[in-house]
């Protein structure tokens, strides 16, 4: 079974600029996640998805990120504008729901602010 | 609070000997535990999941254990090898809500030839 999908791999952009993600969950999975992760931490739940409504937002900055998954299955997060402290790895996950416990991890986005 | 605490930061150890990694909670009301393994540039692998009832469960050479009474889990490494060189971070669910995942902040382990 092919795993969940992330483009681009790596992205480097100047303050203030906007950037997008995009993720493509393991196929079936009705939940998806995005999770930043900055170096040395653990990752930190941004949005929560199921199918394509949001469950938990509570900790994504909505004044510079957005995140939407229109067709219920792929998903792009965006930040705009972007800063300095955005630089981190975006993580995308996907799970079965209710069936599971089990959430499966992309490779990740490696973003740098500069 | 709900936290979850991992010890060491990190660890360096030479090929083919053990390590055990060590991972304290305070979530309420805990439904499980999780230890996943993170390699360098990839996202996190589940190496095991324990409920509540299960005090221990093995992936190979990866044996975690579970102590829900004092809120306390190891994850034991046995003949390491260089491939086991990544972030192992313990994770912890909710009951009602196992979508809802608290984090460690992973402890770095070095396997050396």
């Known amino acids: 079974e092919a795993g969940v999908a992330q483009s681009p791999r790596y992205k480097i952009i100047e303050k203030r600029q906007s950037v997008a993600f995009w993720c493509n969950p393991i196929?079936?999975?009705?939940?998806l996640y995005w999770y930043q992760q900055i170096l040395g931490q653990g990752p930190k739940l941004l949005i929560q998805?199921?199918?394509?409504?949001?469950?938990?937002d509570s900790q994504l900055p909505k004044d510079r990120f957005s995140a939407e998954r229109l067709k219920g299955v792929d998903s792009t997060l965006k930040i705009q504008p972007a800063k300095l402290e955005d630089s981190a790895v975006y993580l995308c996950?996907?799970?079965?729901?209710?069936?599971?416990?089990?959430?499966?991890f992309g490779p990740g986005t490696r973003l740098t602010v500069t | 609070k709900n936290q979850v605490e991992q010890s060491p930061q990190s660890l360096i150890i030479l090929e083919g000997k053990n390590c055990t990694l060590q991972?304290?909670?305070?979530?309420?009301?805990?439904?499980?535990l999780r230890w996943y393994k993170q390699d360098t540039g990839r996202g996190p692998v589940s190496l095991t999941i324990?409920?509540?009832?299960?005090n221990t469960k093995s992936n190979g050479r990866y044996t975690a254990t579970l102590d829900a009474d004092t809120k306390q889990s190891s994850l034991h490494i046995t003949a390491s090898q260089l491939s086991d060189s990544a972030s192992y971070i313990c994770?912890?669910?909710?009951?009602?809500?196992?979508?809802?995942?608290?984090f460690g902040t992973g402890t770095r382990l070095q396997v050396f030839p």
């Open positions: 998805f199921q199918n394509n409504g949001v469950v938990d």
């Open positions: 991972c304290n909670y305070t979530v309420s009301p805990f439904s499980n």
């Open positions: 196929s079936g999975h009705a939940t």
């Open positions: 324990m409920t509540f009832s299960e």
């Open positions: 996950a996907s799970s079965a729901g209710r069936t599971s416990y089990e959430q499966y």
């Open positions: 994770v912890v669910s909710l009951l009602y809500n196992t979508d809802k995942l608290i």
